[in-house]
């Protein structure tokens, strides 16, 4: 396995250094045949997707997980207009970040250029494999795929069918590698290939990032767990507070921007709660209160120090009174995941303290969490939103996934 | 030992968030205290170092080595004149990277913010200890360092000294923490604590980077080995090229950006070796060649496959004749460390064919590779050069030891 593995990453590799200066043209050439090929081959696919599902019956999974796994005509739709939109983006590669002149006469000009290899290590939903090999052939990266198990049929038949189109436009098809192996150690095995992988992106629970963090030797961003906060100010319009926590919460309560904790400024506490934990109890979801929080609105149950580091992605809410705006500046600090905060307040001054204290990768002031996107964000496409404070922050999108070099041009000159 | 580093560690956390807002005066004024300070106690800078150099001379170090270690007037002078010239540089902290508007009215700010807590592990020179700490200090960021035993009571001293300026100024001397164990398995705790470094910087030996990258679950950048080539072409200025090779390799010899292998395009190798090979044999290099070398000028050792890889760091160069451009390229992307290439050529289309294809963080266009410096490139001070294509590549001087987060500013808006 090992071997097989190594070999796998060094025909990735050895494409990267092709794809790396691939035209614009190519790229997108490539990534609209591929979508052109998912279409055709639809039945192909959703043939090996049956496969997988029969298998994750037997072994009785989850019906979400299930679902997840499941590919039908419009998850295949979404698949190729993916690509297509991809395609449509602008390429960032030779990008002139920054130029200038040194006394000397030396030019340097700062150029934006691919990562080069980037592993992905990923859980489940087996569209997602379309998602990253468009993102990472348009930003000029190779890219060595690892799925699940459970998604291994389908993944197959869709890397085969996106190989066949870099075939079709003369592209190396070690652009997209892709590790069949599905036992635990094949990750663990990528994991040590440093001088092969510049860059690992784990997709998954908090377990598979665990193992990728504790096991890799190659530079790691995380995508990781979002318990995001919104924190309701003393000085609150409190018409804006209860659609925006609301929205926070309910617009799509399984996803990673989604609120987690409710934080509430005591003096406002009595007037603002009542209405807005009515309103979450009628949409059934429950309730976790700080003691002032069951004084106020008795029908909640008490909330215990995990319910704070929690991410639910689920109808439960935990809600919290704070004394000023330095505790929730603080407890969002202390529980957070660095994610996406938000303050609802019509104080300038008190919005910019929340904004310059807090250690997060997207802060919002009156406006929902739920708009940390890459969509939302205007990037186009994204390949996931990192947790890490190193490299990229945030919606990562095709800018996200470069690097830069510098050139230096002279004429001559040697150092004195 | 362990419940100790954490402590240290979780203070220093505590810090950055002080600093992490501290105003550019108060951090300037620390580092002008800093270089005060260190002025009036120098006597007691080398009273603590002439201990380790003791030690060293028992233990019987090289004499390299104890050179390193020492200090001097005119190193302290260097430190103190380091951390006057960083409080001179600008702030990168604050700045507004990027802003744009959403169609909903969102308004999205990226802006520049500090890291975090910065581990950084590092080998013998104590001067070092200063400029880190200055240059973390300016970036905002709080710093934990780890040096190596050898210098322990030089370190120690400067340490006291540094936080003592931290006191003065009313910055909390955690943002200056020090881990004093010297055993090996400090540095594998340390590199265990993700919770609470956000980034590992490792300044050292192969050996020290490799523990690092093979114990570290923190983002690590590395300061890593620096194979460089200077590469000359069949359409060279012959002069331009002697000079500049001479330069990279001769300039300064143990430095990373000093050339270690010579690549010469075989239509002007018996018209350039000669001369060349003869002017670094006058200066005691010793040359180790390829079959075609040793044809040309026999008074050349035999390169082996260790050669092509080797960082000598030393008067010894190794030398290969190829048979095209595309050779030179492909020999530089298999053996080079991703550091710093030249190509000496008058032919501009063969320069960004080199300039393209080469997977360096600085490539050269008839110049000398010894300009890859955070000086020479104008970004002040540098903390090291990276050979990591992930966060910064090349010279990092104060910006790439930043990070940002967005902030998105609303009037009430919701997600539909």
């Known amino acids: ?57 037997a072994k009785k999974l989850a019906p979400a997980l299930i679902d997840r796994l499941a590919l039908n005509d419009k998850r295949i739709k979404a698949m190729t207009d993916g690509l297509r939109e991809v395609a449509a983006l602008k390429d960032p590669v030779g990008e002139v970040i ?52 459970e998604a291994i049929n389908s993944n197959l038949a869709i890397v085969n069918i996106l190989r066949q189109a870099l075939d079709e436009v003369s592209l190396p098809q070690g652009v997209l590698g892709f590790i069949e192996f599905t036992r635990h150690e094949a990750v663990k095995v990528l994991l040590k290939l440093n001088k092969l992988i510049d860059l690992i992106i784990p997709r998954g629970g908090e377990r598979l990032i665990r193992t990728v963090m504790e096991n890799s030797v190659i530079p790691v961003i995380k995508h990781d767990k979002g318990v995001c906060h919104t924190y309701i100010d003393k000085e609150a319009d409190l018409k804006k507070a209860e659609a925006i926590s609301f929205n926070a919460k309910m617009n799509r309560p399984g996803t990673c921007n989604a609120m987690e904790t409710l934080l509430v400024h005591q003096d406002i506490a009595e007037r ?50 704070v004394k000023n705006l330095n505790e929730a500046v603080s407890h969002i600090n202390t529980y957070g995941s660095r994610h996406s905060e938000a303050i609802i307040t019509e104080n300038e001054e008190r919005a910019e303290f929340f904004l310059e204290r807090i250690d997060s990768a997207c802060l919002y002031v009156n406006a929902s969490t739920r708009f940390t996107d ?26 996200e996934l470069t690097s830069y070099k510098y050139l230096i041009r002279g004429d001559g000159q040697v150092r004195e």
Chains 1, 2 share one sequence.
């Open 374 to 399: 890459g969509n939302q964000f205007g990037l186009g496409a994204e390949i996931g939103i990192s947790t890490s404070k190193i490299h990229a922050r945030g919606p990562m999108g095709l800018e």
């Open 98 to 149: 920054k130029k200038w002149q040194r006394p000397n006469g030396l030019e340097i000009t700062k150029v934006r250029v691919p990562i080069g290899v980037i592993g992905v290590i990923y859980e489940s939903r087996p569209n997602v494999t379309a998602d990253i090999a468009g993102l990472c052939l348009k930003s000029g990266n190779a890219v060595v795929l690892r799925g699940g198990s």
């Open 272 to 321: 603002f709660l009542p209405q807005m934990l009515t309103k979450f109890k009628d949409a059934k979801v429950e309730i976790r209160g700080c003691a002032k929080t069951q004084n106020i609105f008795p029908a909640v149950k008490p909330a215990s120090e995990d319910d704070w580091h929690a991410e639910y992605l689920d109808l439960i809410l935990a809600v919290k009174v």
């Open 1 to 57: 396995m090992e071997k097989t593995i190594k070999r796998i990453v060094e025909e990735t590799k050895k494409a990267s250094f092709v794809l790396s200066h691939a035209s614009t043209k190519k790229k997108n050439a490539a990534l609209n045949k591929m979508a052109g090929l998912l279409e055709r081959n639809a039945k192909l696919i959703k043939t090996a997707n049956q496969k997988d599902i029969r298998y994750a019956k």
